[in-house]
């Protein structure tokens, strides 16, 4: 017979299951060589700002080099937009940085957090050319979460209410 968790239990779970996504993912990321995780972040890139690609809103970011830093799993990489499409480098001279830990870039991936609200928090951490982090900022929030592939949106979706069911 299974008995329901009770809310506290559900909670507990909740933070030792968020607790635990950075310990596993961080080595096992340190494996995989910085060529596929890039190919992996261009593609996913693409995928989810297709639409400012074909509207050819992306021009701000060509010859511009965006840094970020996953600060939990130390993962760090830099982003731009060659005309064509995303490039990412481990080693770039960027114009605007940005770091927050996983759970918080999942949170505004989700569109469960605002960018803002992170940055006051001071779980968002920015610095570098303002306008660029601006433009990004704002490139983000246009993303349509719900135009994201299902199986993306999803494990997304799944990931944020986690995170806010432990909080």
């Known amino acids: 017979m299974n008995l329901p968790l009770s ?17 596993i993912a961080k080595p096992s990321l340190k494996l995989v060589p910085f060529h596929f995780q890039a190919k992996l972040i261009e593609s996913l890139l693409a ?14 970011l060509e010859g511009n080099w965006v840094g970020i830093e ?13 005309g064509q499409g ?5 080693h770039a001279d960027c114009q605007v940085q940005f770091s927050a830990d996983g759970q918080s870039l ?4 989700a569109m469960q957090e605002d960018p803002d609200t992170l940055f006051f928090q001071r779980k968002l951490n920015i610095e570098g050319d303002t306008e660029l982090g601006l433009e990004v900022k704002n490139l983000l929030m246009q993303v349509d979460f719900a135009a994201m592939p299902v ?16 909080s």
């Open 86 to 90: 995303f490039v990412v480098s481990e």
């Open 7 to 23: 809310p506290e239990t559900q909670i507990k779970l909740a933070k030792q299951a968020v607790s635990a996504i950075p310990k």
């Open 151 to 166: 199986a993306v949106r999803h494990g997304i979706g799944q990931l944020a209410e986690l995170i806010k069911a432990a």
């Open 106 to 109: 999942v949170l505004i991936a």
């Open 70 to 82: 996953i600060t939990d799993l130390e993962l760090r990489f830099a982003v731009s937009f060659d």
């Open 47 to 60: 995928m989810v700002l297709r639409d400012a690609i074909d509207n050819d809103e992306l021009e701000f």
